[in-house]
Nanobody, 125 residues
Framework: QVQLVESGGGLVQAGGSLRLSCAASGRAFSRYSMAWFRQAPGKEREFVAT????????DYADSVKGRFTISRDNAKNTVYLQMNNLKPDDMAVYYC??????????????????WGQGTQVTVSS
């Protein structure tokens, strides 16, 4: 069982930066592939970034490549999302997700067993 708590959301002007954190409780964090998804009002939840438990390889949605960076600190049981050059289209609730011992299907929300409560990111133009 893993509990995920996101933090770091807030209001930022377009072009600004935010760093989201997701703190995980429970054991074996290093064996979870972790991801960030986001959901804007009236839209489906969409994939943002993932980092695999094996070797730390990453994938990103095309819309955030070159602007967002996902990373993890297994010693702190925490995954991060550094978001630079934010755009109004990035405005959404951002969710952290965890999948145990999994490296396939990581771009799909149904792959993930555990979810955080979400943190709001608001980007003003």
């Amino acid at each position: 069982q893993v509990q995920l708590v996101e933090s770091g959301g807030g209001l930022v002007q377009a072009g600004g930066s935010l760093r989201l954190s997701c703190a995980a409780s429970g054991r074996a964090f290093s064996r979870y592939s972790m991801a960030w998804f986001r959901q804007a009002p009236g839209k489906e939840r969409e994939f943002v970034a993932t980092i695999r438990w094996t070797g730390g390889s990453t994938d990103y949605a095309d819309s955030v490549k070159g602007r967002f960076t996902i990373s993890r600190d297994n010693a702190k049981n925490t995954v991060y999302l550094q978001m630079n050059n934010l755009k109004p289209d990035d405005m959404a609730v951002y969710y952290c997700a965890a999948a145990f011992f999994t490296v396939a299907g990581l771009l799909m929300p149904q792959t993930y067993t555990y979810w955080g409560q979400g943190t709001q990111v608001t980007v003003s133009s």
